[in-house]
């Protein structure tokens, strides 16, 4: 006879994992927006879900104009997103908004590598070059830098 | 001349601005969501009731531009709400809509990776309602 009663499995639900997290209980809306941004993005793109499983750093993204920034701290597969920057980091990216909003409308192309010859690419790298746009710990972080760069595109 | 800000004229205007904009069309290429702009009474700043602007924009185009109240724009695929002041703020360009949006300023809902990818669509139609001639019901 089938067993009436509640069974074990029944009462098991399947949780979505917490991707991110905000280390503070209000976050800022940037670093909401950030958060959100990232969860988003890592959800809906496999590739991106691989880099966001392996990689490890604490970014910071400080942004120039309206003074303010989140420290990022990915520790392969969690995402904890705190106000303002936090010490240490491996890289800091310090720019105007519009800068920031660009970085992540960044084309990734060949190799996983971000696209630097279209509009949007060129206009990121003449900021880089102007000053405009700096990445404090760029060069011996570079494979950090072209992850972060793949998992925050929206392309 | 000038018309009332959120109206039904001053809505009509704005569509006539965002079709007009070549910069929008490019922009907003791609675009299939409806947009709704919940602007927040502010009695003291003799705008005394919420309203709502739900925007219907297809790929470059604005199809409608209309007001409503404030749960009409909510139902929209993107909702970006503020109080009355500061959306005078975005449309006299005191405050970048980007950056208020950063700052939590004017408050999005909606899917971001899509709104991020439409960053240059969006600032256009900020651009559009700079050049639609307002009377602000707090300067009468």
């Known amino acids: 006879m089938h067993d009436p009663g509640p069974h074990p499995m029944a009462r098991r639900t399947v949780e979505k994992a917490t991707l991110v997290t905000y280390a503070s209980k209000e976050p800022s809306a940037f670093a909401e ?14 590739q991106k879900r691989r880099d966001f499983d392996v990689l490890k750093a604490r970014v910071g993204i400080w942004v120039t104009d309206i003074d303010e ?7 392969a597969g969690h995402l904890i997103v705190y106000n303002d920057l936090q010490p240490p980091r491996t890289i800091t ?5 519009e800068t ?21 690419g060129r206009g990121v790298a003449l900021k880089l070059l102007q000053g ?19 998992i925050f595109s929206v392309q | 001349m000038a018309v009332q800000a959120f109206s039904d004229e001053w809505a009509a205007q704005f569509k006539d601005e965002v079709n007009k904009s070549a910069a929008y069309k490019a922009a907003g290429k791609g675009w299939k969501w409806t947009v709704g702009l919940v602007v927040e009474a502010e009695p ?12 219907d924009l297809f790929d470059g185009d604005a199809r409608d ?15 970006i709400t503020a109080p009355y002041t500061r959306w005078k703020q ?18 999005l809902k909606g899917d971001l990776p899509t709104i991020v990818r439409y960053t240059k669509a969006s600032q256009e139609l900020t651009e559009c309602t700079t050049r639609v001639p307002t009377q602000w019901p707090d300067e009468q």
């Open chain 1, 69 to 75: 920034g989140v420290t990022l701290v990915f520790d």
């Open chain 1, 93 to 97: 990216i310090r720019a105007e908004a």
């Open chain 1, 33 to 46: 927006m950030l958060g959100g941004l990232i969860e988003a993005n890592v959800r809906a793109n496999p």
């Open chain 2, 65 to 79: 531009i209309r007001v409503g109240s404030a749960g009409d724009a909510q139902k929209c695929d993107f909702v």
């Open chain 2, 90 to 107: 975005v449309a006299t360009k005191e405050l970048d809509a980007t950056k208020g949006m950063l700052q939590g300023k004017l408050k």
């Open chain 1, 100 to 120: 920031v909003m660009s970085l992540s409308n960044l084309k990734i192309g060949v190799f996983g590598l971000p696209v630097y010859y279209d509009g949007v």
């Open chain 1, 132 to 150: 405009k746009l700096k990445i404090d710990g760029m060069l011996p972080n570079i494979a950090t830098v072209n992850r972060v760069t793949r």
């Open chain 2, 44 to 55: 003291d700043k003799h705008f005394p009731e919420s309203r709502g602007l739900v925007m």
